[in-house]
Every structure is written in structure tokens, then in C-alpha cells.
């Protein structure tokens, strides 16, 4: 049974720092991504980073380069979420599929990922 389990989260002021994490078990492939995605409120879900677990490829959003960092410690990803603005305000997600996807379109297309975590709440206050 596949499962991502996320955790973190919260209300943050404007210029405050979060870390959500994503504890993964189960998955049925070995050569992984690791996403991370979100959604808005009233919007849809897009796109914020990903990485291979080997190749080391990783991407962002524009939106949030140079602010936000995925990492990876054994089985447990992290976006590690700096300088966060009234517009990061979303449910993050994190995602996973095998990193074959990345060679296609890239790794941000969310209709490539099979494999979702519960949803966790960030909002930030001006």
C-alpha cells in the first residue's frame, strides 16, 4: 500500500520560514520523483518543485526559486519554504512517480503523478 504522509504546515506571518515534509512508504518503483504542488484558494493545483531520488535532477517554479528548497533524508522529502508572501497561501501536496516522466515533459505535469499526499494548509498573513 502505497502512502505519503505529509506534515508541517500552518499560519505564518509575511517573511516567516516553513518546512512541510512527506514520509513516503510502499511505492511500487524504485527510480522515484518527488513533488511538491499546490493549490490556491479558488484556483487550480500547480506546480512548485521536484526531484529525482538518483540523477539529481530537481526544478521550480519561478514563482518560488531562489525561496524554496526541496531535500531529500531517506524515504522523507522536505520543501523547506523561505520569505513566504501572502501568495504562497495554498494546500501543498506532495506527489510521487517514476522519474521516467521527467524525460518526457518535465516533472511538473501534475496529470504524471499517480501517487498524492493528504494535503496540508499553508497560510500566510500580511
Known amino acids: 500500500q502505497v502512502q505519503l504522509v505529509e506534515s508541517g504546515g500552518g499560519l505564518v506571518q509575511a517573511g516567516d520560514s516553513v518546512r512541510l515534509s512527506c514520509t513516503v512508504s510502499?511505492?511500487?518503483?524504485?527510480?522515484?520523483?518527488m513533488a511538491w504542488f499546490r493549490q490556491p484558494p479558488g484556483k487550480e493545483r500547480e506546480f512548485v518543485a521536484a526531484?529525482?531520488?538518483?540523477?539529481?535532477t530537481t526544478d521550480y517554479a519561478d514563482s518560488v526559486k531562489g525561496r524554496f528548497t526541496t531535500s531529500r533524508q531517506e524515504n522523507t522529502v522536505y520543501l523547506q519554504m523561505n520569505s513566504l508572501k501572502p501568495e504562497d497561501t495554498a494546500v501543498y501536496y506532495c506527489?510521487?512517480?517514476?522519474?521516467?516522466?521527467?524525460?518526457?515533459?518535465?516533472?511538473?505535469?501534475?496529470?504524471?503523478?499517480?501517487?498524492w499526499g493528504q494535503g496540508t494548509q499553508v497560510t500566510v498573513s500580511s
Open positions: 510502499g511505492l511500487p518503483f524504485s527510480n522515484v520523483v
Open positions: 526531484s529525482t531520488w538518483r540523477g539529481g
Open positions: 506527489a510521487a512517480a517514476p522519474s521516467v516522466i521527467c524525460s518526457g515533459y518535465g516533472c511538473y505535469r501534475r496529470v504524471d503523478y499517480d501517487y
